[in-house]
Structures are given as C-alpha cells and as structure tokens.
C-alpha cells in the first residue's frame, strides 16, 4: 500500500560527524586557539606586505569533498590569519579597540551546538532569560527605569539604525522626508548611513559643529533647529555621542538634553565606545545625564571587550521600539502573555538571529562585573598617563585631555596643512612599521591629520602603552635626523 | 620628571584567563557540548509547562562576583536549557529548521577567539577571502556572472531589508513615498517589516492573490501593478518567494522575471528556505529562472544547517549595493584598491560584526560539498514520501504536492471554519504534546488553519518522519475516539 521509503543519503558522505568526531574537532581546534591566544602578545600588531598572497593562498571554488581536520585549521592559522591587523592582541590601539574574550568564543560554541531560538520567550524561555538579563543589566547601568528595554544587535550600526527607525516612527507623520535629524561633526558615519538606509536623504543630516574639545556646539546646535523650522522642516533627532570615534569626546549630555526637550527631538545617545565606562566612577561622572535619553547604544563588543558581533541599543520607552518595529506572521509562536517581556523580534530588525545574550552573560557570570570595571579603570589611567607622557615629548602637541581612553596627538610641523599631515602621516607609519603597537589616524573638521591612541584592549597594559610612547619618541628622532627640516 | 604609571588592576579579579584555565573552561563546554549533541535524538522535541520556572531559576541581578565553570555550564545546561523547542534536534519539522552543524559552532569558537576584523579586505586578507569564497560560491550557485555580490547578514530579515533598500535606491526618486512593492500573500513577512523599516507605508507592500497551489498568480500581479500606475503610484519591486514559510511553494519565476523586466521593478527572490536547494538537480528545476533576479536571499541557517545567526543577500550586479549602502568615513582603513574586491561594510549595513564567512566556509571544507547535495536531496524524498503517506491516513488531506521538503495538510472535518480550525488545532497540540516530533501550523489566505511538516534539519532522517506519521495517524484515532462527530 505504502510506496518504498526513500534511499538514505551515501554513508561514505556523512554530514554529521561521531560524537568522537566533534570532541576530535573542538579539541583540535582548542589547541590552536589557546596557542594563538597565549601567544598575542608576541605576534606582530600588524603586517607588512603579502595581503594578495594570503588571499590567494584560500582563494578557491566549492570544495566538492571534505578534508582533514588538521588541513583545514592549518589554512585558517598558518595561512589566512598571520596577514591581518592584530585586533586581539594587547598592542592593537587603533579604531576602537575590543579584544575578543574567549569566554563569549565558548559561549558562541555553545549558542551555536544546542541551537535554541531565544528571541522568543515560548521558544526557549530559560536561554530568552539569560538575554534578558543582559538587557536589563544594561538599564539599569544607563539609570534606565523599569518601561525600558531593548535588544541585543550585531554592532552598533545595527542599533544605531533601529534608533533613527524608532524615532522616525515616534516623532514624524508617515510623510517623513522633510525631517532633519543632528549631530556634530564628529559624529559616527553609521548614523548617516541608518539615516540613509532608513529613507531620508543624507543631507537631512546635519553636522552641526563641534567646539574645540571636539564636541557639540549648543549654540550652533540651537541655530541649526532654528533655521530648519523657518524652512519649513521638521526636526526631529538630536544625536550626542558619549564617546566619539574620532577623539573619544563626550557631547555636553545635560545641555543637549535640554534643547531636546525643549525642541521636542527624540534624543539617542551613541554610547558605543563610552557606554560601558558607566561601570566606573569616572566613567558615570562624564557620562551623567544619558539617562534621560529616549534611546542608547552600547557597543560590548568595545568596552565589554567582546568579540566582534554584539551592540545593543536601549529605548527608555520600550513601546517605541515595539510600534517602529513590531510585525508579526501567522507562522510565528505568539508573544508572551506577560506585557513585561518582550520578544526580541518585536523590537528589533530580526527575526533569525543568533544566541547574542548567552556570548555577553556568561563572561559577566564567570568573571564578575567588578573585573570588569578594574579593567575599564585601567584604560582610563593608561590613556590619561599616555596623554600626560605624550604632551612632554618633544615634537608632540596632545589635542585634547582624554574624557575617556582615547588620546588624540600630533607631531608638531612648520608647514602648510599639507606638509604637516604628510609629516604626521610618516610618524604614523613609522610607528605602525615596527609592528609593536597598530595605531590609527583621522582629521579634524579643519583637514588636520592627527593621530590617535585608543586603549580598550583587555590584554593591554602599562607595559604596551609604554612601549608605544618608546616606539613614538624613538620614530620622531629618526625621522627628524631624516629630515632636519622638520 | 615622568608622573607615576597607573596602578595595575586587582590581580585577584582578573580579565584575562591563563591559557591551562582557558583550555579547561573549552574543555568543560566541550564535554557538555557533545553530550548534548549526541543524545538529541533522545530529547524531547519540544517540551510541556514550566517556561516560567526555566525563566525564574536565571533571573538575577548583574553578578558582581565570578562563578566557577561547572556551576556556570550546569546553569545553562541544566535549568535554562532544557524547557524549550528542540530546533537542533530530529524531531524539529517546525517552522523553517536549520540544525545547527557543530562545525559552525567551532569556527566561531576560532571566529571569535583570534577576533580579526574580515568585514574590510586590508585588515585582514585571508581571512576576508574565506567570506568572499563563500559569497562568490553562492553566486555561482544561482547562477550569477562575475558582477555579481553580496554579504552574509545575520538573517534572512537583515538581507531582505537591504535588498528593499537596493531597490529603492535604484528604482525610485528620493521622495520615493508613492513606491510600491509586490509580493504574494503568502510572503514572509520580514519583507513588509523591511519596506516599513526602508520608510515605506506598510500599506505600498501589495500582497497579490496566491492560486490554488500558493504561488504568486501573474494575472493579479499584472492587474495590481496597471491599477497603481493609474492610480500615480510607482511599482518598483517584485519580491518572488522561492520557498514560501507557509507551504514551501516556488513562485513563477520565468513569468515572474518577464513581468518585472517588462514594468521595470527590481526583482527579488526571497530564497531564504529554498536557496540551497539550487545544490540538487530537482532543485536546479525548480527554481530555474532565479539568476536573472536582481537580487537574492539565501539562509545558511536554513538549508545548510548551520547554527542561526547566517543570511545572506546577493545581487546580480554588486555595484547596486555599494550605491545604496557604501558610506565611508575618515577614521576608516582604505576601500581595497583592486575593483573587483569589496568591502563587506560597503555593501551592507554593517561595520563591525562578526565573522561569519568562517562559519560556512568551515563546514564546507571539512565536509564537502556533496555531503550537502546528499543531505537536501534525503530531504526532499521524505518530504515527498510523508506527504504520499499523509495522503493515504484516512481523514487528511494534503494541500499541496511539496514543490521542496514541506507538507501541508489537515484533518478533514465536516462543519464551519472555526469547527474545522479546532479540529485542526486539536490534532497539532496531539501530536506536539507526545514530543516525539514538532510541527507547527499556519493560516492559509482563507483563514483556514493548515499543520506543516518541514523536513530540513540535517538530524532528521526517515525514522523521525516515520514516527510523526504514526503519531498523526494515532492521535487522529484518539481525537475520533473523543468526538465521534468529528
């Protein structure tokens, strides 16, 4: 009566390997990774050169069958990965560094091997917990009341992004193109790009200019608006950045959140670099007043020391992320009964998605918050002594005092804007030559190339930063006895 | 004449692991992680009350203290674990499986631990062309010329949502309000919440008519777009589904394609369940026609098992993505030089995120391609011989002959639509409540509710269907048992 069930799949093929299989590959792939992390400190910061024979070395088609283990994570270790910026390792000050604890790579072995779906309460509500109570440490870290909530996102452009949806949604009428939204000049390109992405022309966005701390201008902040509402535009976001990329400037929280008020702006907070120095005092002090943002974003794979994948962004009103982003299907589980929990889908851009929470909780559980805010303090201490230490090189002007870990310096030139970015330039790679420390540049508003150290790395210590200020003091020398005339 | 150097952090709350306490820490997860993996068949598919239970026994405030590792792994693996949907396991025939292939799980374990930042190609070349393999493998799967390109994203949502913004950036003006969009009524519905997120009114996403087998109907495709061209609206996208959640039906591609080309929309293919099909020959025939789409979705964590967190969205010519997402700042390492090369970032909405090329890329290479091809095409002969065998259980109906490895059925019942979704309801709960297997239902356009069975969790083989037939086939005779009228 029954037609013959189908053939099973060719056994000499299998796709799921033997429990001895997999354990063969974790520890394999243990090894290597425990030898890689344990040796860090000792692999160059950077590379020199062979970035096309290393792509060319993996460049390949689909591999039509399997091959060893042992094959496979040599490629992955001996040949693609030597060639790369050592963004885990402790000399790394460049962009905005992370580290990578290892902690979060088990926690995403785990995440990944049981494969529960904890975006949704029904689905998975003990692993939904363990996400929700990441979000929730990080209210109650920002002095957020109990209505807030939020979600945990791939980085911070991701939440910056849910953030202009959110109050697109909350402040404008369905018609929303004559809405302008603010931020300095320093602000983080991602937030033109939700702009962007989000249906508003990017010269909606208005770079309003920053004072020479690097940070937004009230004054001009207040004219901008102004002007805007006598064109018959709307305005409608006000963007502070608690901790720019480019010089670590925290915006003037407390007044800005005035004007907003006042203006009736949604205000979001980009914290992704300075959000999680609220886990010290220093750090609380600068940052005081984000509080009353309508919206935050935090980056733990910054200041959390994460490895890379992981922002958040927190809305005080956690309502205004459901109604910008809330959509459900008939094929879908329903929403939890409790209006107190939230499914994650509900108020974020995805449905699928990985374990997020458990790669942030469990180095939280297995270390303790306060290892964390040791660590944090250490950065600000190095960052604070690095611009100490550097504004007594000869040579080196400091640009601003660091609020956080960031310094922001440059070699001190005669010359015209040209000749002084090319002599900075040339420090720049002098230092980055020698492999010890990869550190970054960036201009100014005024075209000024300037250099920066960003100290966030866990692995990074006194010893490091040392390190970097001899490698700068010994590259200004040679470079000057190059060239007498600088 | 130097300032004292900061003080270190307490040594006695350390970050950073030593690399024998790292080594335990992976090797303690690795031992759960296998034991968890190898009695999946043995675990319940899904599971019966104490969601409340699982959620209170983690709630806690953030730890201020370190945990040690056994406590740590037995929290999760003990209390939050258990009490959820076993997506990983054999009996998940619900909603869209995946799997979750440990392979994955291991390299973002490596992903995670050495923490590089393939997203841009000169900060670490090799291992951004382990990502560019994979997304130019997919191309060639679908049949893309070498313009072709795209991006892993998180999801299926995150690449629907940038092939909406795509569209709109090349089909419409910058006041775009007036644009609307057309897909089936049976679309996911990740694709009204991306043209609501792009700024779209939900109410320009046009859910056209489904015929009789669930696909997109021309005709009514046809007359929507004339309607709305009189109407002064501007039709610019046609999302085809290929693989819809509901019932796993294949839009008309060809007819589809002819109409796009002819009322230049942009065409996209949602092939976010159907995608990898395209490594079998019958699904080569199925979604012929897919390589003239100007965009297409694929999940990895969809139909080649890999853990969630893995979409990707390709376009047939790159640049499309790199106009509408490309947006560069200056504290950013340099676009890659060669043309043919492009950053992730630039085509995404993304900067920092995760590596997520390792985590398809690993799997390949240490299975094969054919494992896979094996894998999809047992899928499909058990779609279709569970939907012969439903066909033969007195009582059922199947719906729709499964175009992929989904089966749509219910159980027959004389009375009103309400009575008969009872009655359909009743037999779901049935079958769910003996947690051998676990199916999900949905609503068909006329509000009739339908029970699903999808077979694409690289776990379930021909034992699993065969235990869901015979649960069906003893749970219908229970329910007659109970209500003889029905």
Redesign the interface.
């Known amino acids: ?3 013959p ?6 056994p000499a ?5 033997s ?1 001895a299989e ?2 063969e ?3 394999r ?2 090894e ?7 040796t860090l400190a000792d692999q160059p910061a950077s590379y020199r050169g062979g ?2 024979e ?14 060893p ?1 042992a094959e ?1 994570l040599d ?2 270790f001996d ?10 390792g402790p000399g790394f000050l460049a ?1 905005i560094p ?9 926690a ?10 904890p975006t949704v ?10 996400e ?2 990441v979000v929730r ?1 990080f209210c ?2 920002v002095g957020y009341p109990e209505s807030a909530g939020g979600f945990l996102s ?5 939440a910056n ?1 849910s953030a202009v ?1 959110a109050a ?1 949604h909350d402040r404008l009428p ?4 004559r809405g302008t939204l603010y931020a300095s000049d320093q602000v ?3 937030i ?2 939700a702009a ?7 010269e909606n966005v208005r770079k309003v200019a920053s004072d020479d701390g690097f940070r937004l201008d009230p004054d001009a902040l207040r004219e901008a608006i102004a002007a805007d509402r006598r064109a018959g535009l709307q305005p409608f976001l006000l963007v502070a950045s608690a901790g720019t ?2 010089t670590g400037a925290i915006d003037p929280l407390p007044e800005l959140a005035e004007i907003a008020r006042r203006e009736e702006l949604w205000l979001h907070v980009d914290a992704a670099y300075g959000g999680f120095f609220l886990l010290t005092e220093r750090g609380r002090r600068r940052l005081a007043g984000i509080d009353v943002a309508d919206s935050v974003t935090l ?1 733990p ?1 910054k200041g959390l ?1 994460l ?3 992981t ?1 958040c962004l927190l809305a005080r009103d956690v309502a205004t992320l459901s109604r910008s ?1 809330g ?7 329903p929403p939890p009964d409790d209006p107190r929990r939230v499914d994650f889908c509900d108020v974020s ?7 997020r929470g ?2 942030v909780w ?1 180095p ?9 805010t ?2 944090l ?2 950065k600000l ?2 960052a ?2 690095a611009a ?2 550097l504004a ?1 090189v000869e040579g080196i002007e400091v640009l601003a005092e660091p609020e956080l870990s960031l310094v922001v310096f440059r070699r001190r030139v005669e010359g015209g804007l040209e000749e002084r970015n090319r002599a900075n330039r040339a420090l720049l790679d002098a230092v980055n030559a020698r492999q010890n420390v990869f550190i ?1 540049g ?2 100014t508003p005024a075209g000024e190339f300037v250099l ?1 150290i960003c100290v966030l790395n ?2 990074t ?2 010893d490091r930063v ?1 390190r970097a200020l001899s490698d700068i003091r010994e590259c200004l020398d040679e470079l000057a006895g190059q060239r007498p005339s600088a």
Chains 1, 2 share one sequence.
């Open positions: 009566m029954s037609s069930p189908p053939p099973e799949p060719d093929r299998p796709l799921e390997s429990p997999l354990r590959l974790i520890d792939a243990a290597r990774v425990v030898e890689h992390v344990a970035a096309e290393a792509a060319a070395a993996v460049t390949e088609p689909l591999p039509q069958s399997g091959a283990y496979v490629l992955v040949r693609a990965l030597p060639t790369s910026f050592n963004n885990a962009f992370g580290g990578g604890l290892v902690e979060s790579a088990v995403d072995l785990i995440g990944d091997a049981i494969n529960r779906y309460f029904v689905a998975a509500p003990g692993l939904y917990q363990l929700a109570n440490w109650d870290l791939s980085g911070g452009s991701q992004f949806v697109r369905p018609d929303f193109l983080h390109h991602s033109t790009k962007s992405l989000a249906g508003f022309p990017v990329t480019n980056d794979h020391f490895p890379y994948g922002g982003h959509l459900r299907a008939e094929y879908m589980p851009p995805e449905l699928s998605r990985g374990f458990l790669r469990l939280f559980k297995l270390r303790g918050a306060r290892a964390f040791d660590q303090d250490e201490d190095l604070l002594w100490e230490e007594r970054t960036t201009l920066r866990f692995r210590h006194l040392e």
